[in-house]
């Protein structure tokens, strides 16, 4: 699992030449979804398609399950942290229920509920086909930024230092469910970092 930081061009092209073909069709999509959302957010949705960034952060093969489980938990005082990563969050029946809300209630949402977060700073997440049509939840790079950093103030309380060694941590299927999540956040982390500071979106690709 990888997250990439860049335009989406670039993330749904097959090469250079393929992506400025695409940013046309993205710059449409754009104008659809500006369209389709509440004024106060759509005027936040934007980014330069032509941008040169192209940066890519590893998971690791259960980083990103695990980080996703670590920042559900941390929020039940009724449950506890598995010490292997599942194979499926979807397993747990709380979870579950929990995603049928869209995670709604979570301090954490856009880190839960998301796979796409554009440019902006909108608590809202927004349901609707990205620009290959697979229907997505989009979520907002700032808020999670914050939310990353309320998991860490709340749970970890690592600083930047430490931060960055996590990203050598394994998190293989079956493994240590907190070595797991410290990689996925370390490598989310930094691929937000990136996308923050280029204005760019950030996509998951599994």
Do not use: H
Request: one cysteine or more; aromatic letters at 10%.
């Amino acid at each position: 699992m990888t997250v990439i930081a860049g335009p989406l061009s670039r993330f749904f092209a097959k090469d250079e030449d393929d992506a400025v073909r695409l940013r046309a069709g993205v710059e449409v999509w754009r104008q659809d979804l500006v369209s389709s959302v509440a004024e106060k957010v759509g005027t936040q949705l934007e980014w330069d398609e032509s941008s040169d960034t192209q940066f890519e952060s590893d998971l690791g093969e259960s980083g990103w399950i695990a980080l996703r489980m670590f920042a559900f938990y941390a929020e039940r005082s009724d449950l506890d942290w598995p010490d292997t990563v599942p194979a499926l969050p979807e397993f747990d029946t709380v979870w579950r229920e929990a995603a049928e809300d869209k995670f709604s209630k979570s301090l954490y949402g856009q880190l839960l509920a998301c796979e796409m977060w554009l440019p902006g700073a909108f608590p809202v997440t927004i349901r609707a086909p990205r620009p290959d049509g697979e229907t997505s939840e989009i979520g907002s790079i700032q808020i999670l930024a914050d939310q990353l950093l309320w998991l860490n103030q709340r749970t970890f309380q690592a600083d930047a230092e430490e931060i960055a060694e996590w990203q050598v941590m394994s998190a293989d299927a079956g493994g240590s469910f907190l070595k797991a999540a410290r990689r996925g956040f370390a490598a989310l982390s930094r691929a937000v970092a990136v996308a923050q500071k280029a204005a760019v979106p950030l996509v998951l690709r599994q």
